[in-house]
């Protein structure tokens, strides 16, 4: 195998040396030679990143994935015709150098780049493939559109960024997989072409040749093959799963992605956040470099809505929701006392120091954010002046006592602003979370390469549908409620908490999982309130519940977003910088044209037929 060295910070780059017979066409990368190589013959090969002419010597920045040498194409080494070869070749062009490592002249060192005090003099210039003019080369400072970027991707993943997104995708990807080796996990593949997975999104689905009207559906995650695993006795599965998804999409989603998907039998939620504990500390050590504290902390779903407002709260910034609604309902104030007379809620957040920050103006625009985006009638709003009292266009409408009660209750100092919402919990909780993270971007009250990771646990085993009233898994209908609130289960569903837990990074969702039900009579019971009738669920995971009736472990797992993962430890905001070949918002490839159109011949093979639907 070719030896790998490592310089620098874990992740920087990565030199390798690539040893006969894995050295064809070269005797070295273009990110590795040195001082110490000057005088030594070597063979480079790469992309002509930019050159310039120098009075009769072409000086040529040669790239390749691990780094850029210059190379001079000039008299008295290189011939006539070599030199005007090396003058003519085009930008991105790919070429074979022979030469000689020679130091740099004084003053012409390069201290940014790791070969910056060699360039190697050729005495052999030969062009290997020549390139068109690109639409843009990788090598460009400004960054053209993303549509250009993705429909040219191979020019765009030769750019720096993208190698190094990838390479730390690969290095974290790495790190998972040895990890679980270590605690003797089994990478056991499954099927692509399967059944439907009921994750909540709608499916894509496969048309079957051989059995015209029927469809596979693309796994959504590989959830009831782990379960199966499981009853088969493998105790620890693992693997890294594509998994496909038909939703709208946004900025960190993709309709396929991939999880490290993982299941074990005879554990409870907390062996399994234990062990999820251990992962994100050995990746931010490993590949970062930093020391994460053990255990993360953990807080209910119940905790994290009403502190947080979020069930992937973000703790790199406090900003908590405070709810004044005992003091709303005494107030004079018509908004705050109806809200709180109708059983609804008023909660706010202290931000300190905005009052200095933020013009009435920009206080406008939060209010029109919070409405437009989360369906909130307003924002309310106070200053706390230097005596500690209370200013808003609206304070006249409270008595002092309250306004003193209210930010006693918030904590408000001088130069702070108190905001509110009084409306549903569901609104208040969306709205206040929405200012939280606008206002801490805004006020940047986190540090960039801050990685703050936590646990969310106790969800509700169901949610209302609002369209049909009817109870939905939140997770999924194979989750298992805790062990005290079973009793529940029958007449009140709705008290159910499941034995689930969400990884949160950062604010995001960044893996979850359950204990499962391992009791066929439970799981009928599950799906008979998500109303799904005997034969149905019998029709659709009939294989599970035999499963479960010939000797079930308790079990349960966890999936985690490499591609999430990814983005955070990279520190970007677009889930597309971590992918190699990514899908556009509207789910298509700007490479490939996909999704395309197919043969008439290819439809009819599958007894298809296309006919368009106005919608
Ligand atoms: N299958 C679940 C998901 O994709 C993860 C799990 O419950 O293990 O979200």
């Not at 799963?241 to 939620?269: G, I």
């Not at 509700?460 to 109870?471: C, I």
Request: charged letters at 25%; hydrophobic letters at 40%; aromatic letters at 8%.
């Amino acid at each position: 195998m070719p030896e790998l060295l490592r310089c620098g910070n874990p992740g920087d780059c990565i030199r390798f040396h690539l040893p006969p017979p894995f050295q064809v066409l070269r005797s070295h990368t273009c990110g590795e030679l040195r001082k110490s190589d000057v005088g030594s013959p070597v063979t480079l090969c790469g992309w002509v990143e930019n050159k310039r002419d120098h009075g009769g010597a072409v000086f040529i920045d040669l790239r390749d994935r691990y780094g850029l040498t210059q190379v001079v194409v000039g008299p008295p080494e290189a011939s006539d015709a070599m030199i005007d070869s090396a003058g003519h070749v085009p930008a991105e062009s790919v070429v074979l150098i022979r030469g000689v490592v020679a130091d740099r002249l004084e003053g012409k060192v390069n201290s940014k780049l790791d070969t910056g005090e060699i360039e190697v003099r050729s005495e052999h210039f030969e062009i290997l493939s020549v390139s068109q003019t690109p639409p843009f080369t990788p090598g460009q400072s400004d960054l053209p559109g993303e549509d250009l970027r993705l429909k040219y991707r191979y020019l765009d993943l030769r750019r720096k960024e993208m190698q190094q997104a990838l390479i730390r995708r690969s290095e974290i990807i790495k790190c998972m997989r040895d990890y679980f080796a270590e605690h003797d996990f089994i990478d056991v593949e499954t099927p692509i072409l399967g059944r439907s997975t009921p994750e909540g999104a709608r499916d894509y689905l496969v048309p079957s040749r051989v059995h015209p009207g029927n469809f596979y559906a693309l796994p959504q995650s590989p959830q009831l093959y782990k379960q199966i695993l499981m009853v088969a006795g493998f105790d620890r599965y693992v693997q890294v799963a594509k998994c496909f998804r038909d939703e709208d999409l946004r900025a960190d989603r993709q309709p396929e992605f991939t999880q490290l998907d993982l299941e074990m039998s005879f554990v409870d939620a907390d062996d399994i956040i234990g062990l999820i504990d251990g992962l994100v500390a050995r990746t931010a050590k490993q590949v970062l470099g930093k020391d994460i504290t053990l255990p993360l902390p953990r807080m209910t779903y119940e905790e994290a809505m009403r502190r947080f407002g979020s069930d992937a709260p973000d703790l790199r910034f406090g900003l908590e929701i405070v709810d004044v609604t005992p003091v709303a309902a005494k107030t004079e104030f018509r908004v705050f006392r109806g809200t709180a007379d109708a059983g609804n809620f008023v909660r706010g957040i202290r931000v300190p120091g905005a009052a200095t920050q933020y013009s009435r103006r920009q206080i406008d625009e939060l209010t029109s954010y919070v409405q437009q985006d989360f369906g909130a009638k307003g924002l309310a709003w106070f200053r706390v002046e230097d005596d500690k009292t209370l200013w808003s266009p609206i304070a006249k409408n409270f008595e002092p006592e309250h306004l003193e009660e209210i930010r006693v209750l918030l904590d408000g100092e001088p130069g702070d602003l108190l905001m509110f919402l009084a409306d549903t919990w569901e609104v208040t909780c969306k709205g206040l979370s929405g200012l939280r993270k606008r206002l801490a971007v805004e006020m940047k009250l986190f540090q960039p390469g801050e990685l703050n990771c936590s646990w969310v646990t106790e969800f509700p085993m169901f949610e209302k549908d609002e369209e049909s009233g009817r109870h939905v898994a939140m997770h999924h209908p194979f989750t298992a409620p805790l062990a005290e609130d079973l009793p529940n289960l029958k007449d009140s569903p709705e008290k159910c908490r499941a034995q689930a837990y969400d990884l949160v990074i950062n604010g995001s969702e960044a893996g979850g999982g359950t204990i499962r039900i391992h009791d066929s009579e439970v799981q009928s019971q599950v799906f008979e309130l998500l109303g799904m009738d005997e034969e149905t669920a019998q029709d659709r995971f009939g294989f599970l519940l035999d499963a479960l009736r010939f000797g079930a472990p308790p079990h349960g797992g966890i999936a985690l977003g490499v591609d999430r993962w990814v983005m955070l430890f990279a520190g970007l905001e677009n889930i597309r910088e971590v992918i190699a070949f990514p899908k556009t918002q509207k789910a298509s490839d700007m490479m490939t044209q996909a999704p395309g159109e197919v043969d008439a011949d290819q439809l009819n093979e599958l007894q298809l037929r296309t006919v368009s639907v106005k919608t």
